[in-house]
């Protein structure tokens, strides 16, 4: 949901502690840095806690650097409380992406929610693309996460994810019991987006048309760039609307964008596979990194 007024940026509530209430926490706080007056952003610091990781950062040829988040327990288990801090320095350019889908395991029946909470900072000039893999909760599964995201002067951001119905090789559609997700993305001081989604397949039927309707996958892509005017946004509104367009294939593919109260515009899918949303979100990236950077997508290159 976009916010019509600007509101001023507000902290989160603090980290999870070492052990809370039974949860396992862990942390991954990652600090990208432009490596002086060359082109080439590194990874210069990297606080890891399991089972969170990132084993290093790729150099790529357009200067900016890759790298992949790891869970190392195959997955979100049922009680964890992780947090993923990144700072990117001025005039950085960095790629996050996943290993595989992220799996939000079935809790043990004593278990508290599983909890993600994602802090991300973008400086001035510097460019954050994050492109992950579908969210895939298992039968049973309780999942919250809650993302905040900061924009300096210039920032610049390309932000989606996909959430699944579950584990439909194994006839696992909707059997989870809740997931929230929650996003806040703050340029320059303000507020511009607030997203709030909670699904809850037992007290409220996912295929409502108040909900997913005939669709399995929801997905959201926020595109930002600090400081472009009114005028260029309802510009890139209407030829990404036009993309999108080309990318629903077919009437199993639902598209939506809408500009934000400035700063960027974000994009909505509805689609029965999740194949097809992954697609339709890669094709808009390239159109809108050529419209708004003047820059080629260099799709992330997946390591095991």
């Known amino acids: 949901m976009a916010l019509g007024a600007c509101a001023k940026a507000f902290s989160n509530e603090s980290g999870p502690s070492a052990r809370e209430h039974g949860r396992l926490r862990g942390l991954l706080d990652l600090d990208f840095q432009r490596a002086g007056a060359s082109n080439r952003t590194a990874l210069i610091r990297s606080l890891q806690e399991p089972p969170l990781r990132v084993v290093r950062a790729f150099e790529r040829e357009d200067g ?66 994050y492109v ?15 993302t905040t995201i900061h924009l300096a002067p210039r920032a ?11 584990r439909e090789a194994r006839g696992e559609i909707f059997q989870y019991e809740m997931i929230e997700m929650i996003t806040d993305i703050v340029a320059d ?7 709030r989604t909670r699904l809850e397949p037992e ?23 600090v400081g472009l005017d009114a005028k ?12 999108a367009r080309t990318a629903a294939y077919s009437s199993d593919t639902l598209w939506g964008i809408s500009a934000l109260a400035a700063d ?41």
């Not at 029965?272 to 708004?292: E, M, V």
């Open 232 to 243: 260029a946004w309802i510009a890139a509104e209407e030829q990404l609307r036009q993309v």
């Open 156 to 166: 610049g951001l390309f932000w989606w994810e996909i959430l699944g119905p579950g």
């Open 64 to 129: 900016s650097a890759l790298a992949h988040l790891h869970n190392v327990s195959g997955g979100v288990l049922g009680g964890d409380s992780l947090m993923l801090r990144v700072r990117l320095g001025q005039e950085a350019s960095a790629q996050l992406t996943t290993t595989g889908a992220t799996r939000i395991y079935r809790p043990r029946v004593d278990a508290p929610t599983a909890v993600q909470i994602n802090e991300i900072f973008v400086g001035e000039d510097a460019l954050l693309e």
């Open 264 to 304: 960027g515009v974000v994009l909505r899918c509805l689609a029965q596979r999740g194949l097809d949303a992954s697609s339709g979100l890669h094709t808009i990236w390239r159109a809108a990194k050529t419209l708004l950077f003047h820059r080629e997508t260099i799709p992330p290159r997946k390591v095991n």
């Open 189 to 195: 001081g303000c507020r511009i987006a607030a997203e």
């Open 132 to 146: 992950p893999d579908p969210i895939i909760p298992f039968s049973g599964a309780r999942f919250s996460q809650r």
């Open 203 to 225: 007290s409220g039927d996912p295929h409502s048309l108040a909900r997913l309707g005939n669709y399995r996958y929801l997905a959201s892509f926020y595109i930002c760039r």
